[in-house]
Nanobody, 121 residues
Framework: QVQLVESGGGLVQAGGSLRLSCAAS????????MGWYRQAAGKQRELVAV???????NYADSVKGRFSISRDNAKNTVSLQLNSLKPEDTAVYYC???????????????WGQGTQVTVSS
């Protein structure tokens, strides 16, 4: 069974940095896009950053220049470096993988359990 497990959330002061990591487990053959969404209290989930299997990236306008996404295809991991954090970045951050293929199945989308990022002012 394929799972995504996040780590690295926490509490940080405004202007600080965090690094989120997400590891996919299982007999994975391929993952197309990997990325991060976030959901703040009382708001809809929004896309933060995405990276394709060949390394193309895309970011939400609100995080461009501050966040950086990377992945290791061999290890099936994706990371998100969060710099110059602002209180409005406070949210639960969810890792996801699209187009996941393991030894037996195709999964359109798989989600991690979420990790809390809290930025104090």
């Amino acid at each position: 069974q394929v799972q995504l497990v996040e780590s690295g959330g926490g509490l940080v002061q405004a202007g600080g940095s965090l690094r989120l990591s997400c590891a996919a487990s299982g007999s994975i053959r391929r993952i197309n896009d990997m990325g991060w969404y976030r959901q703040a209290a009382g708001k809809q989930r929004e896309l933060v950053a995405v990276i394709s299997s060949d390394g193309r990236t895309n970011y939400a306008d609100s995080v461009k220049g501050r966040f950086s996404i990377s992945r290791d295809n061999a290890k099936n991991t994706v990371s998100l470096q969060l710099n110059s954090l602002k209180p409005e970045d406070t949210a639960v951050y969810y890792c996801y993988g699209e187009g996941v293929v393991d030894d037996s199945f195709f999964f359109p989308t798989i989600w991690g359990q979420g990790t809390q990022v809290t930025v104090s002012s």
